[in-house]
């Protein structure tokens, strides 16, 4: 104990003589420190980290840019309502459904994605467009889809809010007012296909409802009789096959706008 003692006075005795004073603070050389800087503040580094900033932004809003400006929304609520009325819980799964649904979506897209490709970013790997112009430039397929599948209603529920100057052409609707209008549309789109898919299904649930009670086995869920038969109705006809053609056929031969 004294032994720990002592070493712990002679140790606080050569830190206060290895001390710098005040007075030899100034003369000794300073501890070299790291400074972490985002650009040296000229005008060309400030554009490029604001650039940066920019292209972060637009990556994490991504999805969003796939879910809401693509045929991504009907698709996955169509094939859920499939999975719904089939009353199979959770199959498919939803990784198949949503990747299922991701391949549809590239390939209705193709010709729109092809057109944004050769408009804005080829143009602007050569040179040819600014930033900003090469985004204008790939709005403009983007917008001309949406536009074709936007229900003029759905359009002028949000060009009233808007409260701005009534646009001339599809190219002077804002992003802001056609993005939400086309979510809209899709939605009730994807909800009136649902329910004419729901349709025969809830057909078959009835016919075995009704008849486990008339045979007085009420204490049988009805769900359990109905669903080999709904399963072998949906094979019979090829269900899959159906639903992925309507959904094609709903936007035009080939995909695309």
Request: charged content about 15%; overall charge positive.
């Amino acid at each position: 104990m004294e032994h720990g003692m002592r070493f712990a006075i002679l140790l606080a005795a050569a830190l206060l003589i290895a001390w710098p004073s005040p007075a030899d603070a100034g003369e000794r050389t300073a501890i070299p420190g790291v400074k972490l800087e985002i650009g040296s503040g000229a005008p060309p580094d400030v554009a490029v980290t604001v650039q940066l900033l920019v292209l972060l932004t637009v990556l994490s809003l991504a999805p969003a840019i796939l879910i809401l400006m693509t045929a991504f929304t009907r698709i996955v609520v169509v094939l859920s309502f499939v999975r719904m009325g089939l009353g199979t819980q959770q199959t498919p799964p939803n990784q198949v459904l949503i990747g299922l649904a991701l391949f549809l979506t590239f390939y209705v897209m193709a010709p729109t994605f092809t057109q944004v490709y050769h408009q804005a970013v080829v143009p602007y790997l050569d040179g040819k467009l600014s930033q900003e112009a090469a985004l204008k430039a790939a709005a403009k397929p983007l917008k001309a889809f949406m536009a074709k599948h936007t229900r003029e209603k759905d359009l002028r529920l949000f060009l009233r809010y808007a409260k701005g100057p009534q646009p001339k052409s599809i190219d002077d609707i804002p992003l802001r007012v056609l993005v939400p209008a086309f979510v809209l549309s899709e939605l009730k789109t994807a909800f009136q296909i649902g329910f004419l898919l729901f349709l025969p299904f809830l057909v078959i649930d009835m016919i075995v409802a009704s008849t486990l009670m008339a045979m007085g086995m009420m204490m049988l869920p009805p769900v359990m009789i109905s669903l080999p038969f709904k399963l072998l109705l949906f094979v019979l006809v090829d269900g899959w096959y159906l639903v992925v053609e309507s959904l094609l056929a709903g936007y035009g031969e080939g995909g695309g706008a």
